[in-house]
């Protein structure tokens, strides 16, 4: 079935600095789905991609769906406290049900 | 806003016991869901909902059942519960068919089987 991988894990970030997460999936996307989940809170929609390369931003969130459909990232310029928590991708195949990878969970230095 | 409400924050179960967990949706949403949660597993599925008496297997069906008299109302079943089903239990809905709308998501259950 399909799967959708997220790296890293884990991700330490000092405040102020900048990070990447990354999502691959086994098999061409129709869409994928970011999602934040605070501490002890659940999943809060972020945002939707749908084209091939398609860039979307958040102030400093960019989002990123590659060329192929089989892969995706976010990014986070200038990390602050209030980033931390677990980002989760979720991707769709078959406009069907949609596959949620392991997430990242962030944590931040003051 | 949507308001996905389940209706216990924390449960602690016997093994064997009959569990139900109850998800409540005020938007009018034709969709919904239950995964489950868990450390370095992400979110999985486990049943799905796209109207009323309808449900749909999702990825690990086992040892679960649903329920969805009424279209607010989706109601997961854990008919003998198992210490293996102890987790964080989320439920969600969407307003159409298909994955072209995100997923609002209820505050969880975290349930444990003893």
């Known amino acids: 079935g399909q799967q959708v991988m997220q790296i890293p894990q884990y991700q330490h970030v000092q405040e102020g600095e900048d990070f990447t997460t990354y999502c691959n999936s086994s098999t061409t996307l129709s869409n994928i789905q970011w999602y934040k989940q605070r501490p002890g809170g659940h999943p809060v929609f972020l945002i939707q991609?749908?084209?091939?390369?398609e860039v979307k931003k958040q102030k400093r969130l960019t989002f990123q769906f590659g060329e192929a459909k089989k892969n995706s990232s976010l990014h986070i310029t200038a990390t602050q406290t209030t980033d931390v928590g677990t980002y989760f991708c979720a991707g769709s195949s078959n406009d069907y049900k949609l596959s949620f990878g392991a997430g990242t969970t962030v944590t931040v230095r003051a | 806003d949507v308001k996905v409400t389940q209706s216990s924050r924390y449960l602690v179960k016997r093994t064997g016991e009959k569990v139900f967990l109850e998800c409540v949706q005020d938007m009018d949403h034709e969709n919904m869901f239950w995964y489950r949660q868990d450390p370095g597993l992400g979110l999985r599925l486990i049943y799905f909902s796209y109207d009323v008496k309808m449900k749909e297997k999702g990825d690990i069906p086992e040892g679960y059942s649903v329920s969805r008299e009424k279209k607010e109302r989706f109601s997961l079943i854990l008919e003998s519960a198992s210490t293996n089903q102890t987790s964080m239990y989320l439920c969600?809905?969407?307003?159409?068919?298909?994955?072209?709308?995100?997923?609002?998501f209820g505050s969880g259950t975290r349930l444990t089987v003893v």
């Open positions: 969600a809905s969407t307003p159409g068919t298909g994955t072209n709308y995100g997923y609002t």
């Open positions: 991609l749908v084209k091939s390369g």
